[in-house]
């Protein structure tokens, strides 16, 4: 099993950016598909974006298509989400999440239960 620590995150003004980092341990890390997932304040966790074991293949929610980035070194175990343009609907507790299968054609690749390791979250908070 894996364990994953996330970080990066912050206060920061709408239109502006920043790239959380998500530090997985375990010698298996690099086999692992992997994903960020943000619940905002009486809402329920959403996805927004996975990527398979080798960084090949990535899924977006439409609500950040074109404005979040997700990457992976596996050299240095770490995920990244880079978030440009960021609006104050944006703000959230932002979770990493990994799973041992490596692909993302799975049908709970966009849902929480498709991930067996979670971080404990990293604050994004957008001010307008």
């Known amino acids: 099993q894996v364990q994953l620590v996330e970080s990066g995150g912050g206060l920061v003004q709408a239109g502006g950016s920043l790239r959380l980092a998500c530090a997985a341990s375990?010698?298996?890390?690099?086999?692992?598909?992997a994903a960020w997932f943000r619940q905002a304040p009486g809402k329920e966790r959403e996805f927004v974006a996975a990527i398979s074991w080798n960084g090949g293949s990535t899924n977006y929610a439409d609500s950040v298509k074109g404005r979040f980035t997700i990457s992976r070194d596996n050299a240095k175990n770490t995920v990244f989400l880079q978030m440009n343009s960021l609006k104050p609907e944006d703000t959230a507790m932002f979770y990493c999440a990994a799973d041992p299968r490596t692909s993302l054609y799975y049908s709970d690749t966009r849902r929480s239960s498709g991930y067996a390791a979670w971080g404990q979250g990293t604050q994004v908070t957008v001010s307008s």
């Open positions: 375990g010698r298996t890390w690099s086999t692992y598909r």
